[in-house]
């Protein structure tokens, strides 16, 4: 039962653009939401959360949003750049058990120049 | 400051031959996590550890999987005997203090596993 779900494997934009990586989750338990990056080879490195008080959070290029009702949260990369290739995972816990995490099976974002 | 480190970084086995991990956390991190990654699908974490405690094992299959964290430092994670399903990148991360949290996780390159 995949209760963490990013449906699209694959991702390619072009450099300055937009990219929009999706995620849905079913269990309404979860709280509080994390998005990882990973490069070939290396582990995943954290890169920006949101907690379900909260509907947006920004860092830089990076934003994510959640929509509670919809059971939905997206990264938005703004303007997208090389270095953002990569894979992109999104997981999912609770605010009492912060560090379960509960990953999606992530998206290869390819971004060229 | 040294991330964390595994080795081997990759191993190729037959199956039902026994296989062992190595994991040496951030300098000073007190929770240490055991990760399973198969291939087309997201981490899952097998055990964690707090100090040389286990805190949560309850998705390590233990009929084959065992995992120990000796003086709360280094781990192994060890399979005997491994299954062809056992193919995976294992991954150890570590995160500080006692309160940790997912943003908090740092993960080492893994080691790839292949069983024949």
């Known amino acids: 039962d995949q209760q963490v779900k990013q449906n699209s494997p694959s991702l390619s934009v072009q450099e300055g653009r937009i990219s929009i990586l999706n995620c849905d989750y079913t269990?309404?338990?979860?709280?509080?939401f994390l998005w990882y990056k990973k490069y070939p080879a290396e582990g995943p490195t954290f890169l920006i959360s949101?907690?379900?008080?909260?509907d947006k959070n920004e860092d830089g290029r990076f934003t994510v949003f959640l929509n509670k009702s919809a059971k939905h949260l997206s990264l938005h990369i703004v303007p997208s750049q090389p270095g953002d290739s990569a894979v992109y995972f999104c997981a999912a816990s609770t605010s009492y058990n912060t560090d379960k995490l509960i990953f999606g099976t992530g998206t290869r974002l390819q971004v060229f120049p | 400051e040294a991330g964390v480190a595994q080795s081997p970084r990759y191993k190729i086995i037959e199956k039902r031959q026994s296989v062992a991990f190595w994991c040496n956390p951030i300098?000073?991190?007190?929770?240490l996590y055991w990760y399973q990654q198969i291939l087309g699908q997201g981490p899952k974490l097998l055990i964690q550890?707090?100090?040389?405690?286990?805190?949560?094992d309850s998705q390590l299959p233990k009929d084959r999987f065992s995992a120990e964290r000796l003086k709360g430092v280094d781990s192994t994670l060890k399979i005997q005997p491994a299954k062809l399903e056992d193919s995976a990148v294992y991954l150890c991360?570590?995160?500080?203090?006692?309160?940790?949290?997912?943003?908090?996780?740092?993960f080492g390159p893994g080691t790839r596993l292949t069983v024949l």
């Open positions: 550890f707090q100090n040389n405690g286990v805190v949560d």
């Open positions: 269990n309404s338990m979860f709280d509080y």
């Open positions: 991360a570590s995160s500080p203090g006692l309160a940790p949290s997912g943003d908090t996780q740092y």
């Open positions: 300098s000073g991190h007190a929770t």
């Open positions: 949101i907690s379900s008080i909260k």
